[in-house]
């Protein structure tokens, strides 16, 4: 039987993590897809972003034709001017929507290093659910999940990791 992983992807948190990172990760989109569906078994990829960015639509035109499925923030625009995209809500709801209403998935993955994942990846894991969470990078990532059993979780910056994404990493846009 095939495994029927869902991912959701902080994508700010992404971003953000691997351009401070002292190895600088640009993930090339179109070949991180490919990578998550081989090595963790992803049917279905959520990449969230915060707010839309007219000057950013050729990267959520890529995002869509790599097979992500582009979620963004909704805010009331009249608000939004420097507002970041704070997207872990939307991420935690969706994650627990998967949990408790769609029996056609095995388990979950998360793509970020925030910490602010860390109660709902706990319950996951007890409820036999959850996967592994990629964090971005080892520097930016929560103490939180140092907590947890290694098992449950990978740092894309460090060197094996690293070596394995070799194909995505500084291949192009991001």
């Known amino acids: ?16 993590s691997t351009l401070t990172s002292p190895f600088a990760l640009k993930i090339d989109v179109r070949l991180f897809l490919p990578f998550l569906q081989q090595k963790y078994k992803v049917s279905e990829a959520h990449y969230f972003v915060g707010k839309y960015e007219e000057s950013k639509t050729n990267f959520y035109k890529a995002l869509k034709k790599s097979g992500f499925s582009v979620d ?12 970041k995209g704070n997207v872990d809500t939307d991420i935690v709801f969706e994650m627990m929507r998967t949990y408790s209403k769609r029996k056609d998935f095995d388990k979950i993955i998360l793509v970020s290093g925030d910490g602010d994942y860390y109660r ?5 894991i007890e409820e036999q659910k959850f996967s592994k969470i990629l964090l971005p990078s080892h520097e930016n990532a929560s103490w939180l999940y140092k907590k947890l059993d290694p098992q449950w979780f990978t740092y894309l910056d460090y060197e094996p990791t690293r070596k394995k994404l070799k194909k995505i990493v500084n291949a192009g846009p991001t």
């Open 1 to 16: 039987m095939t495994m029927r992983n869902i991912c959701y992807i902080d994508g700010q948190n992404l971003l953000m």
């Open 72 to 83: 963004f923030r909704e805010h009331n625009y009249g608000m939004i001017s420097n507002k």
């Open 120 to 124: 709902t990846v706990k319950f996951l």
